[in-house]
């Protein structure tokens, strides 16, 4: 399955951006789908997930709250729904997927979007 992330941009704090990971050549709802993000001189970290048939989902403790991650079947995407952001939400997004949701959470996802940059000014 190739992955497509879309939706960063410049954004101000305060403000709310949704992400959108679209999947071209499989069904996406077959995949476990996670989103991470990789701020400026820092290691990628997991932000969310979910589950194939979306029933579970996981966030990390900085994205709880703020942070919103959702299946689209009818468009084959996964969406990643920011409100408040804040400056250090200023990373590039990307999205992964996998059949497990523990290796798409490890970040051993098999497969990979090729980011997208969000930028939140102050």
């Known amino acids: 399955v190739q992955l497509q992330a879309s939706g960063g941009g410049l954004v101000q704090a305060g403000g709310s951006l949704r992400l959108s990971c679209a999947a071209s050549?499989?069904?996406?709802?077959?995949?476990?789908t996670g989103w991470f993000r990789q701020a400026p001189g820092k290691e990628r970290e997991f932000v969310a997930a979910i589950s194939y048939s979306g029933h579970s989902t996981s966030y990390a403790d900085s994205a709880k709250g703020r942070f919103t991650i959702s299946r689209d079947n009818a468009k084959n995407t996964v969406d990643l729904q920011v409100n408040s952001v804040i400056p250090e939400d200023t990373a590039v997004y990307y999205c992964a997927a996998d059949r497990y949701l523990s290796m798409v959470r490890a970040g051993t996802g098999d497969y990979w979007g090729q980011g997208t940059l969000v930028t939140v000014s102050s």
């Open positions: 050549g499989r069904t996406l709802s077959d995949f476990a």
